[in-house]
C-alpha cells in the first residue's frame, strides 16, 4: 500500500503571498490531519478533515485554512504569508473518524516551506 | 492545563549502549499515549501506541512503559545503533471540555560511533 504522499517536498515563497500545500491518504484512510513543525515550537496541530468536515481545529489565525475532497485528499492553504510561517508542514493520515483514537497515524514526508 | 513535557531535550550516547526518554503528561482524563521516531527532514513515524490498561509495550529494541497514577511514559532503547539517531517525540490524547492530542517537545538523541 503506497503511504501519505505531500506536494510540493519543498517551496520557496516572498511574503504575502499564498500556498496551497496538497495531501494524498493511504488508499482507504478517510481521516487526513495537519501539522506545522518548526524547531521551536516543536509539532503543533493545525486542523483534522474526515468524510470531507473539519472536526478538530487548533489555535491558528484564519489565514490557515483547508478543505478535504470526496476523494480524501486534502489541501492547506496560507494566505498573507508571514515569515513566521516558515516550517515543516506535515500530514497525517488514519482510518479513525477521530485524530484522538487509539488507531496509528500515518505521517507523510511533509512540505517544507521556505517565507523570504 | 494539558501538557506533555519530556526530558532530556537531547542527549548523545556511544553505539551500542542503552538509553531512556522520559515523558510526564498531565493530560486528564488520559485516553492513549504514543511515542514517535522522526527522523531529520521526515516525517514521524508510530513506535508505540499505549492506552491506560497497557504498562508495557515493545516494537524490536524500543519499549516503552506507561505508570498512569504518576502520569509518566519512558521510552528505552536497548543497544542503540547509528540509525537510531533522531527525535523522539511523545503524543498523549484525553483531556475534558474538548478530546485533544498534545504533542511533547521531544528528545534529540545523538548516536554516535
Known amino acids: 500500500k503506497a503511504g501519505v504522499t505531500q506536494t510540493p517536498r519543498y517551496l520557496i515563497k516572498t511574503r504575502g503571498q499564498q500556498v496551497t500545500l496538497s495531501c494524498s491518504p493511504i488508499?482507504?484512510?478517510?481521516?487526513v490531519s495537519w501539522y506545522q513543525q518548526t524547531p521551536g515550537q516543536g509539532l503543533q496541530f493545525l486542523f483534522e478533515?474526515?468524510?470531507?468536515?473539519?472536526?478538530n481545529k487548533g489555535n491558528f489565525p484564519g489565514r490557515f485554512s483547508g478543505r478535504q475532497f470526496s476523494n480524501s485528499r486534502s489541501e492547506m492553504n496560507v494566505s498573507t504569508l508571514e515569515l513566521g510561517d516558515s516550517a515543516l508542514y506535515l500530514c497525517?493520515?488514519?482510518?479513525?473518524?477521530?485524530?484522538?483514537?487509539?488507531?496509528?497515524?500515518?505521517f507523510g514526508p511533509g512540505t517544507r516551506l521556505t517565507v523570504l | 492545563k494539558n501538557q506533555v513535557e519530556q526530558s532530556p531535550q537531547s542527549l548523545i550516547i556511544l553505539e551500542g549502549k542503552n538509553c531512556t526518554l522520559q515523558?510526564?503528561?498531565?493530560?486528564?482524563?488520559?485516553?492513549?499515549l504514543r511515542w514517535y521516531k522522526q527522523d531529520t527532514g521526515r516525517g514521524p513515524v508510530s513506535l508505540t501506541i499505549?492506552?491506560?490498561?497497557?504498562n508495557t509495550k515493545s516494537n524490536g529494541r524500543y519499549t516503552a512503559t506507561l505508570d498512569a497514577d504518576t502520569k509518566q511514559s519512558s521510552l528505552h532503547i536497548t543497544a542503540s545503533q547509528l540509525s537510531d539517531s533522531a527525535s523522539y517525540i511523545c503524543?498523549?490524547?484525553?483531556?475534558?471540555?474538548?478530546?485533544?492530542?498534545?504533542f511533547g517537545a521531544g528528545t534529540r538523541l545523538f548516536v554516535k560511533a
Open positions: 497525517a493520515s488514519s482510518s479513525a473518524a477521530n485524530m484522538n483514537s487509539y488507531n496509528e497515524q500515518f
Open positions: 488508499s482507504g484512510h478517510r481521516s
Open positions: 478533515y474526515f468524510s470531507e468536515t473539519q472536526r
Open positions: 515523558c510526564n503528561y498531565t493530560v486528564s482524563p488520559f485516553s492513549n
Open positions: 499505549m492506552t491506560f490498561s497497557e
Open positions: 503524543v498523549v490524547s484525553g483531556g475534558t471540555g474538548g478530546f485533544k492530542t498534545i
